[in-house]
């Protein structure tokens, strides 16, 4: 079973990644440098946002994009469906943590439950576009224009994805990309925020690199000067020239990808939706999702059961997401307890996310589909 098996994900890196990697390594520039900006303005026109930096993770992004919001002091209001980094970096900003229940039909956070958290304290809005699908950015931006809070949006899964038509990337005040080995484009490691606000891009850029006023190539670069000044306190966040190496080409293939895992989705939702117990992702009318994650949800069946047959199959799967108040350090440091959200205890239960990706041949599909079938029909 080992030589066929279907790993839950497997990046898509084409030879031109690997060429432009090695003439990267050969010429001596592997750190900050011209790739680097090169990447940062292709994502920049990408998004269409008047601000692109680039960084080491999706993490960084949120962490100085935080930071530059103001955030120190106050309350930040996000969802409990979600990776650690979206909490950790506004702990780590010096806010506080305020989460929201989310609707159940696409596992984004739901505007309803924002407006009520909202006190004195709150000074921005972190939404999730859960598995590669946009937050309802019109009532969230609504909201936080009517309470003066800033939108710092957690687009770790969505780079790519569509808002009534418009690419994620200028409907935040930031919005923040991963390029993660797992996601649809990658780097590696890897990350981006795109603003159209000039001071929050300033500040993240100045903080990204230890708080410093030019970056290695500005110092070193052929026109470059070697005095610099530190002008706050900074972070070692930048993204390498090997990085942006392979990024210049993935964001070239995006859209291809983009396609390949939609067909792949939709391949899944016919199938899927024929099965009793099963429940497929949710689309919205006004959104493009990308399908960074395939989120099934498993109505009858009990879910570890479900993974254990799946791996017997030579089939990977994984989970997304474990809610955050259910983590030990996250009871003890926020204070919040099971049961206090519903809805996302209720699609956390249920949840699996099978695999997809563009890699995947006519055969892994059908053999997924097969299998899924297989297993929920013998409980």
């Known amino acids: 079973m080992a030589d066929n098996r279907i790993p839950y994900m497997r990046p898509s890196v084409g030879q031109e990644e690997i060429d432009e990697v090695v003439d990267t390594l050969k010429s001596g520039w592997i750190t900050t440098g011209p790739k680097t900006h090169k990447f940062e303005e292709m994502v920049r026109d990408y998004v269409g946002a008047k601000n692109a930096i680039v960084l080491n993770s999706c993490t960084a992004a949120l962490h100085l994009s ?15 469906y979600t990776f650690a980094a979206t909490v950790n970096t506004i702990i780590q900003s010096g806010a506080k943590p305020v989460l929201v229940d989310v609707q159940k039909d696409t596992f984004n956070i739901d505007p309803a439950n924002i407006e009520k958290a909202i006190t004195p304290k709150t000074k921005a809005i972190v939404p999730v576009d859960y598995a590669g699908q946009a937050c309802d950015l019109d009532e969230i931006n609504k909201i936080a224009k009517e309470h003066n809070l800033k939108v710092i949006e957690d687009a770790a899964h969505a780079i790519g994805a569509k808002y009534k038509g418009k690419r994620l990337g200028t409907m935040a005040d930031s919005t923040c990309f991963s390029f993660y080995a797992t996601k649809n484009m990658t780097t590696a490691e890897g990350g981006a925020a795109t603003t ?35 002008e706050d306190l900074g972070w070692k966040y930048n993204m390498t020239d090997i990085a942006a190496a392979m990024g210049m080409h993935q964001l070239k293939k995006l859209d291809g990808f983009i396609e390949q895992r939609r067909e792949i989705a939709k391949r899944f939702n016919e199938e899927f939706s024929k099965v009793d117990g099963l429940i497929t992702p949710t689309e919205k009318k006004d959104r493009l999702h990308i399908y960074h994650l395939y989120p099934l949800l498993l109505e009858n069946y009990d879910r570890a059961k479900f993974i254990e047959k799946m791996s017997e199959q030579g089939i990977g799967c994984s989970v997304h997401f474990i809610p955050i108040h259910m983590h030990p350090y996250y009871k003890k440091a926020l204070g919040y307890r099971e049961g206090r959200f519903p809805v996302a205890e209720w699609l956390y239960k249920r949840e699996v996310s099978l695999p997809l990706y563009p890699a995947m041949s006519d055969v892994d599909i059908e053999r997924v589909i097969e299998e899924v079938k297989k297993i929920v029909k013998t409980k």
């Open 66 to 80: 935080l930071i530059a919001a103001g955030v120190e002091g106050g309350e930040v209001i996000t969802t409990p």
């Open 196 to 230: 159209n606000d000039e001071k929050i891009a300033s500040r993240v850029r100045m903080l990204g690199l230890h708080g410093m006023s030019k970056d290695a190539w500005k110092r070193y670069g052929d026109k470059g000067s070697w005095y610099y000044e530190i």
